[in-house]
């Protein structure tokens, strides 16, 4: 069954979650992407946050506020895809998206193909 999504077509609201939980195995995968050891990887992209020991690190976004500092913010894609954390590779975890439903809802009452809707998250 095809996917009911295109992340290509979207401005990557799920990189811009507050949370990006990561394991000890993403942050390994992350390292050796970079050429870099687990101690180096895990300083370079993780915090401690929400009672988690990996977070990911994140940056600056127009659109939300702060993204995964892997995402690429000009192109609106992901820079790591390869390497691409745990919850990532099984997100959404459905044949459907539901934030992709809503976006191509909304892009089509706008009358607009790159409608952005923009939700505010709080850190």
Known sequence: MAKGYDCLKCPGYCC???????????????????????DTARE????????????????????????CQFFDTQERRCTIYAARPAVCRDFPNDERCGYYDFLSFEREAQD??????????RD
Do not use: C, Q, W
């Open 112 to 121: 607009d193909p790159e409608f952005v809707a923009v939700t505010n998250h």
């Open 16 to 38: 811009s979650y507050p949370l990006i939980g990561l394991t000890k195995r993403d942050v390994e995968r992350l390292g050796r992407h970079h050429g870099l050891d687990f």
């Open 44 to 67: 370079k992209f993780t915090e401690e946050a929400h009672g988690r020991k990996y977070v990911m690190r994140r940056k600056k976004d127009k659109y939300y506020g702060k993204i």
